[in-house]
């Protein structure tokens, strides 16, 4: 099997039912082995890619002053401007490293459903989102994106229930108001030596149901632990986004799909690159707990019932210096 399969979600959902069975089968197959797909045909304007594109390239290109009037107004606060030595990835699996060469933009979820009273749930996740001046068009562009992610997010969520074999709206109620993150990542032009183990950004695997990374064209340094234990870099794919799921569906499925640890390395280009991530993240009270159609005979579930929001939370935490 391909490091990166490419799968094609619009003829998903053309297909008949049982051409979309065999679709999940084919999906199935690729979360076992490492929950990485390049997906093609994903239905999302290339305007509103573009334009997010072209704005988080030119927040990234303002002044530090610029940028640092967006910062976090207190430690641990998730959203706004993440500035350099800010964040290891690493240290959410325990793994001591320097801070990862990066910086980012963050947003939350564009909405707070009504009915929230958690206190963790409106300082955290529903905490309002730092806005830049500059570019001036920035927000209309990237709420326009995370919509589309959200989308999008909860088609592949349909794609996955054929693959584990329940109803095509079981996931629905957990992802209907979803605290998901999205990421602008930019990882500056090294012009000078790092840290021992110091990384663009630190071997970690993804918090949530899944992540939806569009990289920048033509870029490197993504890189995957293969089942055979070796680190593997991880091609681009023009025209689609690379998706993979996260720790939440790894224990949604009792491990039967991977939550796959991976890393962005400093060595071949030390150009700048730059990401977006969509981390969809299903609703802040939701209990994940083992799917009865991932347990075999006599089979017991590996994980207790974890809740979405505080597992998040505590992942979040652990990274941030």
Not at 71 to 99: D, H, N
Not at 180 to 201: D, F, I, T
Not at 210 to 219: A, C
Request: hydrophobic share 35%.
């Amino acid at each position: 099997m391909s490091l990166l399969p490419v799968f094609n979600i619009g003829n998903f959902f053309q297909g008949t039912e049982a051409e979309k069975v065999n679709f999940g089968r084919e999906i199935d197959s690729i979360c076992k082995n490492t929950g990485f797909i390049a997906l093609q045909n994903h239905g999302v304007p290339k305007q509103i890619i573009d334009n997010v594109w072209n704005d988080t390239q030119d927040f990234f290109c303002l002044s530090m002053k610029e940028k640092n009037k967006i910062k976090p107004p207190f430690e641990g606060y998730p959203y706004g401007y993440i500035g350099l030595g800010k964040e290891a990835l690493a240290a959410s699996k325990g793994v001591v490293t320097p801070t990862d060469l990066k910086e980012s933009f963050n947003g939350g979820p564009l909405m707070k459903p009504k009915g929230i009273t958690d206190p963790d749930a409106l300082s955290f996740c529903y905490a309002d989102t730092i806005w830049p001046d500059k570019p001036d068009t920035f927000r209309c562009s990237w709420e326009a994106y995370y919509n589309e992610m959200e989308k999008l997010a909860a088609r592949v969520m349909i794609v996955f229930t054929y693959a584990l074999g329940i109803d095509s709206d079981f996931f629905a109620k957990y992802i209907d108001n979803p605290i998901s993150a999205l990421r602008a990542l930019n990882y500056p032009e090294q012009k000078m030596g790092v840290e021992e183990n110091q990384l663009r950004a630190g071997a970690h695997s993804d918090y949530g149901s899944l992540t939806i990374l569009l990289p920048q064209e033509g870029s490197t340094g993504l890189e995957i632990l293969s089942p055979t234990n070796v680190w593997e870099s991880v091609p681009t794919v023009p025209n689609t986004f690379i998706i993979n799921i996260g720790d939440l569906m790894a224990m949604w499925t009792n491990d039967r799909w991977v939550s796959t640890l991976h890393r962005v390395v400093n060595s071949g280009s030390k150009r700048k690159r730059q990401s977006l991530a969509y981390f969809h993240q299903p609703n802040w009270s939701a209990e994940i707990t083992c799917l009865s159609s991932c347990l075999g005979h006599n089979e017991e579930a590996r994980y207790p019932t974890t809740l979405s929001g505080p597992y998040l939370m505590e992942k979040f935490k652990s990274t941030n210096k």
